[in-house]
Protein backbone atom coordinates (compact mmCIF):
# COMPACT_ATOMS: atom_id res chain seq x y z
CA UNK A 1 0.00 0.00 0.00
CA UNK A 2 1.41 3.55 -1.11
CA UNK A 3 1.34 6.80 1.26
CA UNK A 4 1.80 8.73 -1.80
CA UNK A 5 -0.28 11.54 -0.69
CA UNK A 6 1.78 12.72 2.03
CA UNK A 7 4.83 14.90 0.73
CA UNK A 8 6.50 15.49 3.83
CA UNK A 9 7.28 12.49 6.29
CA UNK A 10 3.88 11.29 7.75
CA UNK A 11 5.13 10.42 11.44
CA UNK A 12 5.97 14.11 11.71
CA UNK A 13 2.40 15.59 10.64
CA UNK A 14 -0.51 15.97 12.87
CA UNK A 15 -3.65 14.14 13.06
CA UNK A 16 -5.48 16.94 11.51
CA UNK A 17 -3.05 17.32 7.99
CA UNK A 18 -2.65 13.93 7.24
CA UNK A 19 -6.62 13.72 7.32
CA UNK A 20 -6.86 17.04 4.97
CA UNK A 21 -4.03 15.15 2.92
CA UNK A 22 -6.21 11.94 2.48
CA UNK A 23 -9.17 13.71 1.44
CA UNK A 24 -7.25 15.93 -1.01
CA UNK A 25 -6.04 12.93 -2.28
CA UNK A 26 -9.74 11.66 -2.88
CA UNK A 27 -10.56 14.36 -4.19
CA UNK A 28 -7.99 14.12 -6.94
CA UNK A 29 -8.94 10.56 -7.73
CA UNK A 30 -12.75 11.61 -7.98
CA UNK A 31 -11.86 13.93 -10.35
CA UNK A 32 -9.94 11.73 -12.46
CA UNK A 33 -12.86 9.45 -12.90
CA UNK A 34 -14.94 11.78 -13.87
CA UNK A 35 -12.42 12.77 -16.50
CA UNK A 36 -12.60 9.03 -17.56
CA UNK A 37 -16.15 8.32 -17.34
CA UNK A 38 -16.66 11.47 -19.79
CA UNK A 39 -14.22 10.01 -22.38
CA UNK A 40 -15.74 6.73 -22.01
CA UNK A 41 -19.00 8.55 -22.59
CA UNK A 42 -17.35 10.41 -25.57
CA UNK A 43 -16.97 6.94 -27.29
CA UNK A 44 -19.47 4.54 -26.13
CA UNK A 45 -22.69 3.68 -28.49
CA UNK A 46 -24.62 1.46 -26.44
CA UNK A 47 -27.50 3.25 -24.96
CA UNK A 48 -27.50 0.58 -22.01
CA UNK A 49 -23.49 1.08 -21.41
CA UNK A 50 -24.19 4.75 -21.59
CA UNK A 51 -26.94 4.37 -19.07
CA UNK A 52 -24.57 2.31 -16.59
CA UNK A 53 -21.85 5.25 -16.99
CA UNK A 54 -23.82 8.49 -16.41
CA UNK A 55 -24.89 6.69 -13.34
CA UNK A 56 -21.50 5.99 -11.89
CA UNK A 57 -20.54 9.25 -13.12
CA UNK A 58 -22.92 10.69 -11.05
CA UNK A 59 -21.70 8.89 -8.05
CA UNK A 60 -18.09 10.78 -8.64
CA UNK A 61 -19.92 13.96 -9.20
CA UNK A 62 -21.16 12.70 -5.48
CA UNK A 63 -18.00 12.23 -4.01
CA UNK A 64 -16.22 15.16 -5.28
CA UNK A 65 -18.51 17.19 -4.02
CA UNK A 66 -18.31 15.97 -0.47
CA UNK A 67 -14.61 15.80 -0.39
CA UNK A 68 -14.63 19.37 -1.89
CA UNK A 69 -16.80 20.69 0.89
CA UNK A 70 -14.89 19.23 3.55
CA UNK A 71 -12.08 20.52 2.35
CA UNK A 72 -13.55 23.74 2.13
CA UNK A 73 -14.69 23.63 6.11
CA UNK A 74 -11.31 22.95 6.97
CA UNK A 75 -9.83 25.81 4.83
CA UNK A 76 -11.44 28.93 5.85
CA UNK A 77 -9.51 30.80 3.49
CA UNK A 78 -10.37 28.60 0.99
CA UNK A 79 -13.72 28.54 1.26
CA UNK A 80 -13.76 32.12 1.45
CA UNK A 81 -11.92 31.97 -2.11
CA UNK A 82 -14.70 29.53 -3.38
CA UNK A 83 -17.49 31.87 -2.42
CA UNK A 84 -16.55 34.29 -4.81
CA UNK A 85 -15.86 31.94 -7.79
CA UNK A 86 -18.11 29.32 -7.78
CA UNK A 87 -21.99 29.21 -8.75
CA UNK A 88 -21.86 32.19 -10.01
CA UNK A 89 -22.09 33.62 -13.79
CA UNK A 90 -19.93 35.78 -15.48
CA UNK A 91 -16.31 36.09 -16.19
CA UNK A 92 -14.40 32.94 -14.08
CA UNK A 93 -11.07 34.29 -14.09
CA UNK A 94 -12.49 37.91 -12.39
CA UNK A 95 -14.38 36.54 -10.07
CA UNK A 96 -11.11 34.43 -8.79
CA UNK A 97 -8.79 37.47 -8.99
CA UNK A 98 -11.68 39.57 -7.12
CA UNK A 99 -11.86 36.48 -4.60
CA UNK A 100 -8.39 36.10 -3.94
CA UNK A 101 -7.71 39.63 -3.26
CA UNK A 102 -11.01 40.04 -0.81
CA UNK A 103 -9.45 37.08 0.61
CA UNK A 104 -6.15 38.00 1.62
CA UNK A 105 -7.23 41.57 2.35
CA UNK A 106 -4.54 42.86 -0.04
CA UNK A 107 -2.11 42.61 2.21
CA UNK A 108 0.45 42.18 -0.67
CA UNK A 109 1.73 39.39 0.12
CA UNK A 110 -0.29 36.82 -2.17
CA UNK A 111 0.77 33.81 0.32
CA UNK A 112 -2.56 33.59 2.19
CA UNK A 113 -1.04 35.04 5.24
CA UNK A 114 -2.02 35.44 9.10
CA UNK A 115 -3.68 38.70 8.69
CA UNK A 116 -5.66 37.61 5.83
CA UNK A 117 -7.38 34.70 7.05
CA UNK A 118 -8.88 35.10 10.84
CA UNK A 119 -10.04 31.76 11.71
CA UNK A 120 -8.46 29.80 14.73
CA UNK A 121 -9.61 26.56 12.54
CA UNK A 122 -10.25 24.71 15.91
CA UNK A 123 -13.57 23.23 14.69
CA UNK A 124 -14.35 20.20 16.82
CA UNK A 125 -12.17 18.52 19.35
CA UNK A 126 -13.79 15.22 19.55
CA UNK A 127 -11.44 12.37 20.35
CA UNK A 128 -9.10 14.98 23.03
CA UNK A 129 -9.50 15.10 26.36
CA UNK A 130 -7.10 17.97 27.19
CA UNK B 1 -12.63 42.47 3.17
CA UNK B 2 -13.49 40.01 6.01
CA UNK B 3 -15.45 42.08 8.91
CA UNK B 4 -12.29 41.08 11.35
CA UNK B 5 -10.37 44.39 9.30
CA UNK B 6 -7.24 42.29 10.50
CA UNK B 7 -4.96 43.88 7.37
CA UNK B 8 -5.64 47.16 8.95
CA UNK B 9 -4.33 46.24 12.42
CA UNK B 10 -0.60 47.66 12.91
CA UNK B 11 0.62 44.28 13.23
CA UNK B 12 3.33 42.12 11.55
CA UNK B 13 2.12 38.72 9.54
CA UNK B 14 4.99 37.30 12.39
CA UNK B 15 2.73 38.68 15.43
CA UNK B 16 -0.88 37.70 14.04
CA UNK B 17 0.94 33.83 13.59
CA UNK B 18 1.46 34.43 17.37
CA UNK B 19 -0.97 35.53 18.15
CA UNK B 20 -3.28 33.20 16.49
CA UNK B 21 -1.22 30.08 18.12
CA UNK B 22 -1.11 31.84 21.23
CA UNK B 23 -5.26 32.13 21.43
CA UNK B 24 -5.71 28.33 19.95
CA UNK B 25 -3.22 26.91 22.82
CA UNK B 26 -5.42 28.78 25.67
CA UNK B 27 -8.66 27.98 24.03
CA UNK B 28 -8.25 24.26 23.12
CA UNK B 29 -7.70 22.50 26.53
CA UNK B 30 -11.00 24.62 28.12
CA UNK B 31 -13.27 24.12 25.41
CA UNK B 32 -15.25 21.09 26.73
CA UNK B 33 -18.11 21.27 25.47
CA UNK B 34 -16.32 20.67 21.73
CA UNK B 35 -14.90 17.56 22.85
CA UNK B 36 -18.35 15.83 23.96
CA UNK B 37 -20.91 16.97 21.47
CA UNK B 38 -21.61 16.82 17.06
CA UNK B 39 -19.95 20.02 15.62
CA UNK B 40 -21.19 21.38 12.38
CA UNK B 41 -19.71 24.09 10.33
CA UNK B 42 -18.13 26.62 10.29
CA UNK B 43 -21.07 28.03 7.74
CA UNK B 44 -19.46 31.42 8.09
CA UNK B 45 -19.91 35.17 9.23
CA UNK B 46 -23.17 35.33 6.68
CA UNK B 47 -24.97 32.19 8.45
CA UNK B 48 -27.47 33.48 10.39
CA UNK B 49 -29.90 30.81 11.66
CA UNK B 50 -29.48 26.84 11.78
CA UNK B 51 -32.73 25.43 10.11
CA UNK B 52 -35.32 23.33 12.80
CA UNK B 53 -37.52 21.75 10.25
CA UNK B 54 -40.52 22.93 12.32
CA UNK B 55 -43.11 25.47 11.37
CA UNK B 56 -45.66 27.48 12.68
CA UNK B 57 -49.37 27.94 11.27
CA UNK B 58 -50.20 31.56 10.06
CA UNK B 59 -53.58 33.20 8.90
CA UNK B 60 -54.49 32.68 5.80
CA UNK B 61 -53.51 35.83 3.53
CA UNK B 62 -56.21 35.02 1.09
CA UNK B 63 -59.15 32.48 0.96
CA UNK B 64 -58.23 28.97 -0.63
CA UNK B 65 -54.55 29.33 0.57
CA UNK B 66 -53.11 28.20 3.78
CA UNK B 67 -49.76 29.11 4.83
CA UNK B 68 -47.24 28.30 7.55
CA UNK B 69 -44.01 30.07 8.51
CA UNK B 70 -40.46 28.14 9.11
CA UNK B 71 -38.87 28.25 12.40
CA UNK B 72 -35.62 28.69 12.74
CA UNK B 73 -32.90 28.89 15.57
CA UNK B 74 -30.57 32.36 15.31
CA UNK B 75 -26.77 31.70 15.64
CA UNK B 76 -25.63 33.98 18.57
CA UNK B 77 -22.52 36.30 18.34
CA UNK B 78 -19.79 35.75 20.83
CA UNK B 79 -17.38 38.69 21.30
CA UNK B 80 -14.43 38.83 23.95
CA UNK B 81 -12.75 42.20 23.68
CA UNK B 82 -8.87 42.35 24.69
CA UNK B 83 -5.74 45.02 24.33
CA UNK B 84 -2.07 44.10 23.54
CA UNK B 85 0.42 46.24 24.10
CA UNK B 86 2.15 47.14 20.95
CA UNK B 87 5.49 47.46 22.60
CA UNK B 88 4.87 43.82 23.15
CA UNK B 89 4.19 42.55 20.04
CA UNK B 90 7.32 44.73 18.48
CA UNK B 91 9.22 43.12 20.89
CA UNK B 92 7.90 39.68 19.86
CA UNK B 93 8.90 40.61 15.80
CA UNK B 94 12.64 41.01 17.17
CA UNK B 95 12.57 37.37 18.44
CA UNK B 96 11.48 37.51 22.27
CA UNK B 97 10.25 34.44 23.56
CA UNK B 98 7.91 35.97 26.13
CA UNK B 99 5.78 38.53 24.94
CA UNK B 100 3.31 39.22 27.67
CA UNK B 101 -0.42 38.23 26.02
CA UNK B 102 -1.92 37.71 29.37
CA UNK B 103 -4.77 39.23 28.07
CA UNK B 104 -5.38 37.37 25.36
CA UNK B 105 -5.16 34.45 27.78
CA UNK B 106 -7.92 36.31 29.65
CA UNK B 107 -9.87 36.70 26.69
CA UNK B 108 -9.85 32.81 25.33
CA UNK B 109 -10.64 31.34 29.07
CA UNK B 110 -13.62 34.02 29.26
CA UNK B 111 -14.48 32.55 25.31
CA UNK B 112 -14.11 29.15 26.08
CA UNK B 113 -16.17 29.82 29.82
CA UNK B 114 -19.31 31.24 27.75
CA UNK B 115 -19.63 28.25 25.16
CA UNK B 116 -19.18 25.40 27.99
CA UNK B 117 -21.71 27.64 29.82
CA UNK B 118 -24.23 27.87 26.93
CA UNK B 119 -24.12 24.45 26.04
CA UNK B 120 -24.30 22.28 29.44
CA UNK B 121 -26.00 25.31 31.25
CA UNK B 122 -28.24 27.65 28.40
CA UNK B 123 -27.97 31.24 27.40
CA UNK B 124 -31.02 32.81 28.50
CA UNK B 125 -33.69 33.74 25.76
CA UNK B 126 -31.39 32.48 22.95
CA UNK B 127 -30.17 28.96 23.61
CA UNK B 128 -31.18 25.89 25.87
CA UNK B 129 -28.81 24.23 27.73
CA UNK B 130 -28.27 20.22 27.82
CA UNK B 131 -28.68 20.93 31.95
CA UNK B 132 -31.82 22.86 31.21
CA UNK B 133 -33.70 20.01 28.87
CA UNK B 134 -32.45 17.05 30.77
CA UNK B 135 -35.84 15.20 31.79
CA UNK B 136 -33.28 13.27 34.82
CA UNK B 137 -33.18 14.05 38.25
CA UNK B 138 -30.06 15.34 39.09
CA UNK B 139 -27.50 12.93 40.98
CA UNK B 140 -25.52 14.38 43.65
CA UNK B 141 -22.13 14.09 42.92
CA UNK B 142 -21.25 13.49 46.78
CA UNK B 143 -18.96 15.06 49.38
CA UNK B 144 -15.88 13.25 48.73
CA UNK B 145 -14.42 12.45 45.39
CA UNK B 146 -14.70 8.45 46.56
CA UNK B 147 -18.55 9.01 45.99
CA UNK B 148 -18.03 9.84 42.16
CA UNK B 149 -17.96 6.45 40.87
CA UNK B 150 -21.50 5.57 42.53
CA UNK B 151 -22.97 8.88 41.25
CA UNK B 152 -21.05 8.10 37.83
CA UNK B 153 -22.54 4.78 37.88
CA UNK B 154 -26.31 6.09 38.46
CA UNK B 155 -25.83 8.37 35.74
CA UNK B 156 -24.88 5.69 33.14
CA UNK B 157 -27.50 3.05 34.15
CA UNK B 158 -29.78 5.75 33.97
CA UNK B 159 -29.01 7.00 30.51
CA UNK B 160 -29.23 2.66 29.52
CA UNK B 161 -33.18 2.66 31.55
CA UNK B 162 -33.72 5.30 28.97
CA UNK B 163 -33.04 3.48 25.88
CA UNK B 164 -29.50 5.83 25.31
CA UNK B 165 -26.51 3.62 24.30
CA UNK B 166 -22.69 5.15 25.02
CA UNK B 167 -20.21 5.32 25.02
CA UNK B 168 -20.50 8.30 27.76
CA UNK B 169 -18.71 11.57 28.16
CA UNK B 170 -18.12 13.45 31.66
CA UNK B 171 -17.80 16.72 31.73
CA UNK B 172 -16.39 18.25 35.35
CA UNK B 173 -16.06 21.61 36.80
CA UNK B 174 -12.95 22.78 38.07
CA UNK B 175 -13.17 21.77 41.68
CA UNK B 176 -14.75 18.46 40.57
CA UNK B 177 -11.86 18.12 37.40
CA UNK B 178 -8.92 18.87 40.36
CA UNK B 179 -10.53 16.53 42.52
CA UNK B 180 -10.69 13.89 40.47
CA UNK B 181 -7.36 13.49 38.73
CA UNK B 182 -5.66 14.17 42.23
CA UNK B 183 -7.36 11.25 44.10
CA UNK B 184 -6.77 7.47 44.11
CA UNK B 185 -9.34 5.41 45.68
CA UNK B 186 -8.36 3.08 48.33
CA UNK B 187 -6.22 0.46 46.79
CA UNK B 188 -4.34 2.96 44.64
CA UNK B 189 -6.32 3.00 41.94
CA UNK B 190 -6.52 6.08 40.01
CA UNK B 191 -10.38 7.55 40.09
CA UNK B 192 -9.63 9.41 36.73
CA UNK B 193 -9.20 5.44 35.24
CA UNK B 194 -12.03 4.48 37.77
CA UNK B 195 -14.71 6.64 35.91
CA UNK B 196 -13.10 6.48 32.56
CA UNK B 197 -13.57 2.67 32.81
CA UNK B 198 -17.81 3.43 33.78
CA UNK B 199 -18.19 5.64 31.19
CA UNK B 200 -16.02 4.33 28.38
CA UNK B 201 -15.06 7.82 27.43
CA UNK B 202 -13.58 10.72 27.66
CA UNK B 203 -13.49 12.89 31.17
CA UNK B 204 -13.26 16.74 30.54
CA UNK B 205 -11.84 19.60 32.29
CA UNK B 206 -15.29 22.09 31.68
CA UNK B 207 -14.51 25.36 33.14
CA UNK B 208 -17.90 27.08 33.58
CA UNK B 209 -19.35 23.93 34.21
CA UNK B 210 -21.46 23.25 38.02
CA UNK B 211 -20.71 19.67 39.06
CA UNK B 212 -21.10 17.58 36.22
CA UNK B 213 -22.78 16.26 33.24
CA UNK B 214 -22.83 12.73 31.95
CA UNK B 215 -23.61 12.58 28.30
CA UNK B 216 -24.03 9.74 25.46
CA UNK B 217 -21.16 10.46 22.90
CA UNK B 218 -23.63 8.04 20.31
CA UNK B 219 -23.96 10.96 17.92
CA UNK B 220 -26.68 12.91 16.88
CA UNK B 221 -28.62 14.07 19.95
CA UNK B 222 -26.67 17.23 20.81
CA UNK B 223 -25.81 19.46 17.81
CA UNK B 224 -23.78 22.58 18.16
CA UNK B 225 -23.13 24.32 14.36
CA UNK B 226 -20.85 26.73 13.84
CA UNK B 227 -21.08 30.00 11.59
CA UNK B 228 -17.88 31.78 11.94
CA UNK B 229 -15.77 29.50 13.91
CA UNK B 230 -13.31 31.43 16.94
CA UNK B 231 -11.04 34.04 15.35
CA UNK B 232 -9.43 37.16 16.62
CA UNK B 233 -10.43 40.39 14.78
CA UNK B 234 -9.10 44.09 14.77
CA UNK B 235 -11.18 47.33 16.50
CA UNK B 236 -8.47 49.73 16.83
CA UNK B 237 -5.30 50.58 18.00
CA UNK B 238 -3.67 54.06 19.66
CA UNK B 239 0.23 54.41 20.41
CA UNK B 240 0.51 52.14 22.94
CA UNK B 241 -2.17 49.11 22.25
CA UNK B 242 -4.26 47.68 19.95
CA UNK B 243 -7.21 46.35 20.80
CA UNK B 244 -8.18 43.24 19.17
CA UNK B 245 -11.65 40.42 19.82
CA UNK B 246 -12.19 37.10 19.76
CA UNK B 247 -15.29 36.27 18.18
CA UNK B 248 -17.52 33.04 16.81
CA UNK B 249 -21.15 32.76 15.79
CA UNK B 250 -22.68 29.87 17.05
CA UNK B 251 -26.19 27.71 17.13
CA UNK B 252 -26.98 24.51 19.75
CA UNK B 253 -29.74 22.47 19.90
CA UNK B 254 -30.63 19.31 22.16
CA UNK B 255 -32.19 16.36 20.27
CA UNK B 256 -32.46 14.10 22.57
CA UNK B 257 -32.64 15.77 26.25
CA UNK B 258 -32.86 11.95 27.54
CA UNK B 259 -29.20 11.37 26.52
CA UNK B 260 -27.57 13.37 29.15
CA UNK B 261 -27.61 13.47 33.20
CA UNK B 262 -26.39 16.37 35.13
CA UNK B 263 -24.20 15.83 38.12
CA UNK B 264 -25.49 18.14 41.16
CA UNK B 265 -22.23 19.74 42.91
CA UNK B 266 -22.35 19.37 46.78
Known amino acids: MGFDQYHEPPEELPPAARTFARLCASLTEEAEAIGWYEQRLAVETDPEAIAVMRDAQGEEFKHFSMDLEFLLRRTPAWREIAQGILFRSGDIVEHGEEAEAEALEGDGSGTGGAAGQGSLGIGSLRGSTR | ?266
Open chain 2, 1 to 266: MSHLLRSHAPISEASWTLLDQEARERLAPALAARKLVDFSGPQGWAFSATPTGRTTALESPAEGVSARQRRVLPLVEARSDFAVARQELADADRGAPDPDLEALDRAAHQMAVAENVAVFHGWPGSITGISEATPHDRLPLGQAPDDYPRAVAGAAERLLCSGITGPYGLALGRGQYRRVVETAEHGGYPLLDHLGKILEGPIVWAPGVEGGVVLSLRGGDFLFESGQDLSIGYDSHDRDVVRLYLEQSFSFRVVTPEAAVLLAPS
